[in-house]
Nanobody, 125 residues
Framework: QVQLVESGGGSVQSGGSLRLSCAVS????????IGWFRQAPGKEREGVAT???????SYLDSDYSRFVISQDNPKNTVYLQINRLKPEDTAMYYC???????????????????WGQGTQVTVSS
C-alpha cells in the first residue's frame, strides 16, 4: 500500500515562503498522480496542485503563480513551494496519490486512493 508522509509546515508571517514535502513510499505504480490539497477549519478540502509520473502539472486556477509543484524521483518526494503566503493560506495541507494519470477532475479528493496525515501551515498577518 502506498504511504505518504508530509512535512515542512509551520507558522510564518504573511509574505513568507514554505516548501512542503511529501515522501512517497511503497509506490509500485509506474503511472501515478500526486496531488496537494488543503483544508481550512470549516471548509471543504480543495485541490491546490498536482503532478503526474510524466511530470505534467496542474494548478488551482486562482493565484496559481504562488504555488510550484515539483518532484524528485530518486528521493520519491513531491514538493509544494508556496510563495508570498497570505493568511487565507492557513490550512492543513495534504498530499494524495492515485494509480493513474491526473484527470481533468484532479481537484476532486475522490480521485485519490491514498492520503497522508497532513502538515499544518499557519500564516499570520
Amino acid at each position: 500500500q502506498v504511504q505518504l508522509v508530509e512535512s515542512g509546515g509551520g507558522s510564518v508571517q504573511s509574505g513568507g515562503s514554505l516548501r512542503l514535502s511529501c515522501a512517497v513510499s511503497r509506490n509500485t505504480y509506474s503511472t501515478y498522480c500526486i496531488g496537494w490539497f488543503r483544508q481550512a477549519p470549516g471548509k471543504e478540502r480543495e485541490g491546490v496542485a498536482t503532478i503526474n509520473s510524466r511530470g505534467s502539472t496542474s494548478y488551482l486556477d486562482s493565484d496559481y503563480s504562488r504555488f510550484v509543484i515539483s518532484q524528485d524521483n530518486p528521493k520519491n518526494t513531491v514538493y509544494l513551494q508556496i510563495n508570498r503566503l497570505k493568511p487565507e493560506d492557513t490550512a492543513m495541507y495534504y498530499c494524495a496519490a492515485a494509480p493513474h494519470y491526473c484527470s481533468d477532475s484532479w481537484y476532486y479528493p475522490d480521485e485519490y486512493h491514498y492520503w497522508g496525515q497532513g502538515t499544518q501551515v499557519t500564516v499570520s498577518s
